[in-house]
Structures are given as structure tokens and as C-alpha cells.
């Protein structure tokens, strides 16, 4: 990326001889001492010797200072990445129903909840049904999860939902359909599946007096099922990627939204580096008028792109957000196990500020203005579990933001007695070795999505709470499924 910097021009400054008789000072000039100077005949006046001017030549004024640019209005967007509803993630929140909301299932996201909460608006990958009454069981790679998966996303300060993934069908075409039933009935947007042929959306949402416009495809879907039905008088369908559609759809889409933003479901799993035809595609998103990327499927971090528009302006590409929560890499040991097995529990809140800015003369642009992400990481302590003596014991798996844990870490090693007494010895090696944990993982994300948008939180937001948020509309608590609905903005055209 370049910069321009704007040169300033010094006002020519004219000095008049006022005293009769005086000598001419040549002046050196700008092009060396050789160059003639120019005569007044050539400057187009006719001389007249030892005379002065009835009056002073004008004298060049710089034009009015510009008002500066002025931020007329500001959206702040969140994203995280993939919302996997393991069984060992159900039955992580089922152990705390009676002490978190949502059947449990906001304990999971409690301590970063205030975060994710904070920005206008947040975004995260569904990646899983949420059909019990259409369910045909879950295992390894097929997915379902109860509504109150959707209240406890709702209550942490989730906004929106990307639908448009490989799993999306893992429960049939049933199962899809009672899926965006429940998003509908709990009022939850999304994005990526819709009435065909529009299932890509755009669905708009304003925030702040900026007009957004998402867009959600997937690469494929592991079952079938997208296909209509040949009756269908109103079928809906996940959007799939097409790359000159896409294109398209994202210059449909900016001609009457302030700011476009793309969710793709691409790229290779488990690898943190994307493809050139994922970079490529996403480029041309850009051109084509989207300022924000959101990538998700390879359950491992990629980096973040600031790419140069061929308008200069600059779009934000994240190639893929990790993993939000998930039961992957269970069994990572710190400082045993190889450390890039921990990657599936690194995760990132991105953040990406857009804002229309008035650069006076008529002209407005809507472009980003700001953008970094904060390290999350999944805690799951699994491996610590012995069967044999705790076989009741259900595994804790819940999101933490890196800056706090280590903080907490940090604030109990600091409150320790020095010289330690010998009962401390266990307990205070347990917290340095978290302490370094945090440490690799913090260094591991930055070392992916690149140092120079990494956030660091302040004392305030390493305070932070780990109360769940006030009480949102959660669906009913009957597993019976939302009859149809009336369209929505996030299954309209």
C-alpha cells in the first residue's frame, strides 16, 4: 500500500525596492546560477527608466483553508468465526443450566459477551442446524443444536448470522428450513440462504445512519438437499459460490447500500494461509465495491488483507476467522503437545470501523475507517478429565479473550507470597505454566493475522465481567418448531 502525502506550496512573497535609485539584487534561481533572468519586456510590461509603479503588483493569496474531513456517521462491526456445536460443546453448556441462561448455553460465551456486545453490530458463522424436530441425530461431522443456542449468541451481542456454510443441509432440507424458522421467530438475521434465487441475499441492516448490505455464499454443502422441489411454490435454498454472480451481486449491492460486506465459506481446512484463488476472488469482491471480506471454514486463523481498491479505497479481507467455540484439539497439552495443534483454538474478534466522511466540496465517501482484532482462545479441559475417578464429570468449554485470562493469571501469581510457602508450589507452576499459554497463543495469532491490527484492551476491558448480558427474546422453549413466517429483511431479496 502507498500513501500520498499532499505538498504544500509556498506563496510567493514580492519585495519592492522603495528607494529611488537603488540597484537591482539579482536573485538566484531555482534552475542554477547559469539561467538568465527574464526581462520585464518578457514578463509582458514595457519599462521606463527610473520610474516606479503608481502602485504595488497583487501579490498571490493562497486560497481558503479547507475545512477539515468531518465523520458524519460511524458503524463499528464485530466478526467472529465458527460456532461448532460438538456434543461435547451441548453437554459443556448443559452442566451449567442451572447457573447460566439459555439452557446453559450462555455460559460458553460469557467472558467475552460485553465485548462482542460493544460494537453496532456483530457477526458470527452458524455452523450448525438448529433443528430438533427435524433432527436425524448428530455425530462425527453432522451437526444439530437446540434454539437455545440462538437466545445465548443473542445474548452475548451476536447480530447477525452467516447460514451459508457445508453444514447447513447436515439435517436435511427439513432440518434447513426449521433452521431459518428459529433464526426468523428469534428475530436474528442471516445471511447466505433465501428465496431463489436470491438466496446470497443482500439483507440490510442500518446502524448509525449507514445502510449495510450482507452477503453470504459457502463452496459447497456436505448433504444434499439445496435443490428445490419440483412443487415448491416458495422454495428457499444456501447460496453457493459462483464467482461471476458473486461479482455481480456485490455491484448490485453497493449501487444502493452505504457498505458492503461478503461472507465466504472457502479455502482448506487446517491450513492458515489462503489459496491464490481465494485471494484472487476476494480482490475482485473488492473491486466490484464490497470494504469487507469475511472468511470462515478452515477452523484456523489466516491473515487479514488491507487491500488497496482500485477506487483507493481500502477494503478489509479477513481469509478466514478461526474457530469461535469448538471441541477441537481436545487434547493439547501446553508445551507437549506440537504447538500447531493448538491452532483450532485460537479465534479473533475482529473489528472494522466504516464510516462516511465528508471531504467538503459535495464530496462524501463511506470507506473504512479503522479496523483490528483482539485473540480469543477456546479453553476445554478435557484432557484433564479422569474417566475412571470422574465419570460424570462433564468437560468446561467456553471463550475466553487471551488479554484476560492472561491478566487473571497474572493478578493471582502477583497476590502469591514471596518466598512461596511449600503448599504453593503446585498451584503457583499451574499458573505460570497458563501464563505462558496465553503468551504463545497471543504471539501465535498475531503471528498469522499480523502484528500491526492486533488490539490490545485497556484496564477497563481487561476488567470486563463474566455475568452474562441482560435478558434477550429467546425462542420458545418447547422444541416444537416455529410454524412459517412472514418474510423478513434476512430472507427477502
Known amino acids: 500500500m502507498t500513501s500520498t502525502v499532499g505538498l504544500r506550496r509556498a506563496a510567493p512573497v514580492v519585495t519592492l525596492c522603495l528607494l529611488a535609485g537603488c540597484a537591482a539584487v539579482p536573485r538566484p534561481s531555482a534552475t542554477g546560477p547559469s539561467t538568465p533572468a527574464a526581462s520585464p519586456a518578457a514578463a509582458g510590461g514595457a519599462p521606463v527608466a527610473g520610474a516606479l509603479p503608481s502602485k504595488p503588483h497583487a501579490v498571490a493569496v493562497a486560497p481558503a483553508v479547507a475545512p477539515p474531513v468531518r465523520s458524519e456517521a460511524r458503524v463499528t462491526l464485530a466478526a467472529v468465526g465458527d460456532v461448532l456445536m460438538h456434543d461435547a ?34 457477526f458470527a458463522n452458524l455452523e450448525t442446524p438448529i433443528a430438533p424436530q427435524a433432527s436425524q441425530g448428530s455425530r462425527a461431522f453432522v451437526f444439530n443444536a437446540p434454539p437455545a443456542v440462538i437466545a445465548a449468541l443473542q445474548r452475548a451481542g451476536v447480530d447477525l448470522v452467516a447460514v451459508a456454510n457445508n453444514h447447513a443441509m447436515d439435517q436435511g432440507r427439513r432440518g434447513f428450513e426449521e433452521t431459518l424458522r428459529w433464526l426468523r421467530a428469534a428475530g436474528l438475521p442471516y445471511v447466505g440462504a433465501g428465496p431463489a434465487p436470491r438466496a446470497a441475499g443482500p439483507v440490510r441492516i442500518e446502524r448509525n445512519g449507514l445502510a449495510l448490505a450482507f452477503l453470504g455464499y459457502t463452496y459447497g454443502l456436505n448433504q444434499d438437499g439445496n435443490a428445490c422441489p419440483p412443487a415448491a411454490a416458495r422454495c428457499e435454498q444456501v447460496a453457493e459460490v459462483d464467482r461471476a454472480r458473486m461479482v455481480e451481486d456485490v455491484r448490485a449491492a453497493a449501487a444502493s447500500a452505504d457498505a458492503v460486506i461478503v461472507s465466504v465459506h472457502w479455502g482448506v481446512e487446517y491450513q492458515q494461509a489462503p489459496r491464490a484463488d481465494e485471494v484472487d476472488l476476494a480482490h475482485r469482491l473488492a473491486d466490484a465495491g464490497a470494504l469487507v471480506v469475511l472468511g470462515h471454514h478452515p477452523h484456523v486463523l489466516q491473515p487479514v488483507e488491507l487491500y488497496r481498491r482500485a477506487d483507493g479505497r481500502t477494503a478489509v479481507i479477513a481469509y478466514s476467522l478461526g474457530n469461535f467455540v469448538s471441541n477441537q484439539s481436545r487434547n493439547y497439552v501446553a508445551g507437549v503437545t506440537p504447538d500447531a495443534v493448538a491452532a483450532t483454538r485460537d479465534g479473533a474478534l475482529l473489528r472494522v470501523s466504516l464510516a462516511r466522511r465528508d471531504y467538503g466540496r459535495g464530496v ?14 477456546t479453553e476445554n479441559d478435557t484432557v484433564e478429565i479422569d474417566r475412571r475417578k470422574e465419570p460424570a464429570r462433564r468437560p468446561a468449554i467456553r471463550v475466553v479473550a487471551v488479554d484476560r485470562a492472561l491478566a487473571s493469571v497474572r493478578a493471582e501469581l502477583a497476590a502469591l507470597p514471596d518466598p512461596l510457602p511449600d503448599g504453593e508450589r503446585t498451584r503457583y507452576v499451574a499458573l505460570r505454566r ?29 476488567a470486563g465481567t463474566d455475568a452474562p448480558a441482560p435478558s434477550a427474546p429467546a425462542p420458545a422453549p418447547s422444541a416444537r418448531a416455529p410454524g412459517p413466517a412472514p418474510a423478513t429483511p434476512s430472507a427477502a431479496p
Not at 460458553?108 to 453496532?120: I, N, Q, S, Y
Not at 462524501?364 to 482462545?377: S, T
Not at 497458563?434 to 492486533?454: K, P, S, T
Open 89 to 122: 460443546v451441548k453437554r459443556a453448556a448443559e452442566a451449567r443450566r442451572a447457573d447460566a441462561p439459555d439452557a446453559g448455553y450462555a455460559w460458553l460465551f460469557a467472558p467475552v459477551a460485553d465485548l462482542l456486545g460493544a460494537a453496532d453490530l456483530t
Open 364 to 377: 462524501e465517501e463511506v470507506e473504512v475507517a479503522g479496523a483490528d482484532y483482539l485473540p480469543l482462545w
Open 434 to 462: 497458563r501464563e505462558e499459554l496465553y503468551l504463545a497463543r497471543r504471539a501465535a495469532v498475531a503471528g498469522v493475522m499480523g502484528e500491526d491490527l492486533l488490539r490490545t484492551l485497556g484496564p477497563a476491558e481487561l
